[in-house]
């Protein structure tokens, strides 16, 4: 379980976030929604202690930082790294044995090639992939399936539903709905800086008829007049 309490953060003057309550249970996946600029990726940091915020989160975990891995939108990757020596880097940060990477590595990636010269869908493949090896217990996955193509969309699917099969608690991101729709259990809508809804699956359908019809108002109009 991990509980997030009264969670709010500024950046200056601007209020980002403010009053964040969420229940995380183990074996889940949750979702959370909202427009660019609503503060997803900014909540996501707070939770994994890249941000400074007001408010607290507990958990269940001995270990909460290094029980908990987050992939983020726009992975970063050092000049001169390869695939594989960024695989490996990331296992020794959790002080784990370095694995088969050419065995674990479901996406085809070439990991003796330097990681920052991969393309956009190539670089979130093998921050996934780095992620998954760190063998946590909650994940924050940032927009997972951004850039990336078709078959590895499936591939991801399946990952989040094994995870979640493992007893792991997954948050994730997406502008994609229906990948949403498909893999969660439930869906925050984050907006005006609150979670201004908290949607079961049975209303999923509801809630993104009701964001197409916020998103296509009459103000679209003007593009055609």
């Known amino acids: 379980m991990i509980q997030i309490e009264h969670l709010s953060k500024s950046f200056g003057s601007k209020q980002v976030l403010e009053d964040i309550n969420l229940?995380?249970?183990?074996?889940?996946?949750?979702?959370i929604v909202g427009m660019n600029g609503a503060g997803k990726t900014t909540l996501?940091?707070?939770?994994?202690?890249?941000e400074d915020y007001v408010g607290n989160i507990k958990s269940d975990y001995t270990d909460f930082k290094n029980q908990s891995s987050i992939l983020h939108t726009t992975p970063y990757f050092f000049d001169k790294l390869t695939g594989r020596e960024y695989l490996r880097l990331l296992c020794y940060a959790r002080k784990l044995e370095a694995a088969d990477f050419d065995r674990k590595n479901i996406f085809d990636l070439p990991l003796d090639e330097y990681a920052n010269?991969?393309?956009?869908?190539?670089?979130k493949k093998l921050a996934l992939t780095g992620v998954l090896l760190q063998q946590s217990d909650f994940f924050i996955l940032d927009e997972p399936f951004n850039g990336v193509d078709i078959q590895s969309n499936i591939i991801i699917i399946e990952i989040i539903q094994r995870l979640k099969s493992l007893g792991k608690t997954i948050?994730?991101?997406?502008?994609?709905?229906?990948?949403?729709?498909e893999v969660c259990d439930?869906?925050?809508?984050?907006e005006d800086r609150h979670i201004k809804q908290t949607v079961h699956k049975?209303?999923?359908?509801?809630?993104?008829?009701?964001?197409?019809?916020?998103t296509l108002d009459a103000s679209i109009d003007a593009l055609f007049e």
């Open 23 to 31: 229940s995380l249970e183990s074996g889940y996946v949750y979702g």
């Open 44 to 50: 996501f940091n707070c939770i994994a202690g890249l």
């Open 117 to 123: 010269l991969y393309s956009t869908g190539m670089k």
């Open 171 to 181: 948050l994730i991101s997406s502008h994609i709905f229906s990948t949403l729709r």
């Open 186 to 190: 439930q869906i925050f809508l984050l």
């Open 202 to 214: 049975e209303d999923f359908t509801t809630l993104e008829s009701n964001i197409k019809a916020a």
